[in-house]
Structures are given as structure tokens and as C-alpha cells.
């Protein structure tokens, strides 16, 4: 399958290795960014566009593309792609803003082409396992789940992850999206949801958060609480769910192990066989396109990521207990 990649930053690099693995045949990168397109030009033997028009007018244009641009591209570049008939795969958030995410999610159901949300955890074999024990009853009814996505990215506020106009959001919608498509995927539909963020940044404040947590509720009553930042230098990536029967633990700095806990305490480790979520993502995009199947998230498990982030940031814009509280407790 011929195919291309859109933006060519860090996250079209992992997505064009990616495709070079599955044996699919690379034919081009759109990237603005001069030296950033010759990077990738050099690294992966390409032809670099100024344009997604140029990439499809020219004389190799792709089958599908992959879609690594900053979130507020993401709705006009897909459409232009499938109204040329070309298969998408978007990066999340599928877009900045509920608007473009539910117009994008109609374009996608419109047209004939496969569209697929770049969900890349679904694809993480130890969270596959955590599925399928639940899935098994392995740990009974499942009560809470705990996700934490924190760590340090130094210069992010300086970039188009931190302009509100250009990702939608912080570390919220960066981090916190992969959150809701875990807990939805683990946990089942999400119900409600609420969350608080933090801006002020050792008294500079940001456009977006640095830190956040959100709670959601599934439809079923699983409660989950997740914490996302970029400013914790001693942070983690963790996947907890709890059950009536036990408990179940991939963290991801042990990669190929998750820890079950029985309801007497016992720990057990489960072997897993490790895996890149990057190019099985990769590989399961390519095997819809070329056997016409519902690719594993598609437009719709976008809007829903959107949807849920929009509730938790208009709920908490400017919200705060007030001085008169903040007096009397003083
Ligand atoms: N799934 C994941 O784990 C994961 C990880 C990182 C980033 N992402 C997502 O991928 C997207 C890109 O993030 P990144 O970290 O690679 O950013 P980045 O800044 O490293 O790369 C983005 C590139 O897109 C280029 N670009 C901007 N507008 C363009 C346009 N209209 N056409 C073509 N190229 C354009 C920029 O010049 C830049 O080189 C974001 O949506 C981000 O949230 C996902």
C-alpha cells in the first residue's frame, strides 16, 4: 500500500517507521518546516510537499495517509484527503475543538474511505491482557480504575501544545485523551465527567494546563480518577482497575509484566509478550484499509474523546471556591 505522512515532527517519524516495518511503501511527507522535511526526507529516502494538494496532485499519490500534524489541522486536512478518496489515520485529539470534532466525525461517516483515530494504548499488549481478564471475569465486577500519564517535557509551553488556539487544551487533552479511550476500552461508555486544572506555573501562568485530573463515570458505575501533567519530573504511566475479585496493574516502566492482585492480597506476575503499540496500530490501519473493516477506533471514538474533554474543561474554566471560603478556613 502506497502511503505519506503528514507533518513530519516527532510522531510522523515513530508513524513513517512504523509503516517502513509493516512493508508498506512510503511515498512522501508533507512537511512546512524545511529543515524538519529534509530530516525525514533523509531518514527515510522521500520526496517532501509544501501541501497536502501537491502530495495528491503529483505523480505517486498515496492510498492513505497518516495524519501527524498540531490538532487545529487535523479536520481541514482530513477532509481534503477523503474527498479524494485517500484513508486517513488521525492522530488525537482527532481535533481542538467539539465543533471540528463533530463535523470531522460526520465527513468521516459520509465518505467512503477508512478513517481511523490514532488510539495508539488500545495496541499496548499488556493492556490487551487487562481486556481480556476482565473481559473473563478474572477479576469479578470491575469498581475503579486509576490511570496516571505524568512527566516532564521542558519546553512545551513554548510550543503549539501550549496555545490553546492551536491544541484545544494541555497536558488534558495531550495526555488525558489516551485516558479516556483506555478507561473506555477497559471500563466501558463513559457517563460523566469532571475534572480541575492547574495553569500556574511557579507563578507564571499558562494559556493551558500543565497538570490536570478528571473522574469519569461509566455506564455501568466503574469509577475512574486519572492525573495528567507535563511539569512532574518524577512522574509515571500506570494502568490500575480494580475489581470485586482483585486487581489488575501495568505499569509502563515494566514493560511485558502486569501484577494481579487476588482478593487475599496475593501477587501474581503475568508474563506478556512485548510489543511496539505503535506499529501494531500501524499494521491493524493497513489491514482495514486492504480488507475493508471497521479499524479498531474510528471517527466516532474521536468525537467521544472530545466530547468528554469539552465537559471537563467547560466545567472547569474559572472555577474556584472563592475568597470567602478560602477567609474562613484561613
Ligand atoms: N499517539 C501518541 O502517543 C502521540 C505522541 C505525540 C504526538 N501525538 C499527536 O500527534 C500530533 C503531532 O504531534 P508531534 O509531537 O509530532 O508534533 P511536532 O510539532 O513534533 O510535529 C508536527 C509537525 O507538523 C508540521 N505541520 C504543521 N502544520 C502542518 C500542515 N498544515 N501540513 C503539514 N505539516 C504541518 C509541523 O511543522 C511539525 O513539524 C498531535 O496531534 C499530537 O497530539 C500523538
Not at 497518516?66 to 488525537?92: D, N
Not at 480541575?196 to 507563578?203: E, P, Q, S, W
Request: charged share 20%; aromatic share 6%.
Amino acid at each position: 500500500m502506497k502511503v505519506a505522512v503528514i507533518g513530519g515532527g516527532a510522531i510522523g517519524t515513530v508513524h513513517a517507521k512504523a509503516y517502513v516495518a509493516a512493508g508498506a511503501q512510503l511515498v512522501g511527507v508533507v512537511e512546512p518546516v524545511t529543515a524538519v522535511g529534509e530530516r525525514f526526507s533523509t531518514a527515510f529516502g522521500v520526496p517532501v510537499f509544501d501541501t497536502l494538494d501537491s502530495l495528491l496532485a503529483g505523480d505517486n499519490p498515496p492510498e492513505a495517509i497518516s495524519i501527524c500534524t498540531p490538532p487545529f489541522t487535523h479536520r481541514q486536512l482530513a477532509e481534503v484527503a477523503m474527498k479524494a478518496g485517500v484513508h486517513v489515520l488521525c492522530e488525537k485529539p482527532m481535533a481542538h475543538t467539539i465543533e471540528d470534532a463533530r463535523a470531522l466525525h460526520r465527513s468521516a461517516e459520509a465518505s467512503n474511505v477508512t478513517f481511523a483515530t490514532a488510539y495508539c494504548h488500545r495496541f499496548q499488549p499488556e493492556l490487551e491482557l487487562i481486556h481480556s481478564h476482565i473481559e473473563t471475569g478474572e477479576i469479578g465486577t470491575v469498581r475503579t480504575f486509576f490511570n496516571a500519564f505524568s512527566g516532564h517535557q521542558d519546553d512545551i509551553e513554548t510550543r503549539w501544545f501550549g496555545r490553546k488556539e492551536l491544541a484545544g487544551g494541555g497536558a488534558l487533552i495531550d495526555a488525558g485523551i489516551h485516558s479516556i479511550d483506555i478507561f473506555r476500552y477497559l471500563c466501558g461508555e463513559v457517563d460523566s465527567a469532571t475534572g480541575t486544572l492547574a495553569t500556574v506555573l511557579d507563578g507564571t501562568g499558562l494559556e493551558v494546563e500543565h497538570t490536570a485530573a478528571m473522574t469519569l463515570r461509566s455506564v455501568t458505575h466503574v469509577i475512574g480518577t486519572i492525573e495528567c501533567s507535563w511539569k512532574s519530573p518524577t512522574g509515571q504511566s500506570i494502568v490500575r482497575v480494580e475489581g470485586s475479585e482483585g486487581s489488575l496493574t501495568f505499569d509502563y516502566a515494566r514493560q511485558g509484566q502486569v501484577a494481579k492482585q487476588s482478593r487475599s492480597g496475593e501477587v501474581e506476575i503475568l508474563q506478556v509478550s512485548p510489543g511496539n503499540r505503535f506499529e501494531r496500530e500501524i499494521a491493524d490501519f493497513i489491514r482495514s484499509v486492504t480488507v475493508g473493516m471497521r479499524p479498531r477506533t474510528g471517527s466516532l471514538d474521536g468525537l467521544v474523546g472530545v466530547a468528554v474533554l469539552d465537559e471537563v474543561y467547560s466545567q472547569s474554566d474559572n472555577r474556584s471556591l472563592g475568597s470567602s471560603i478560602l477567609n474562613e478556613v484561613a
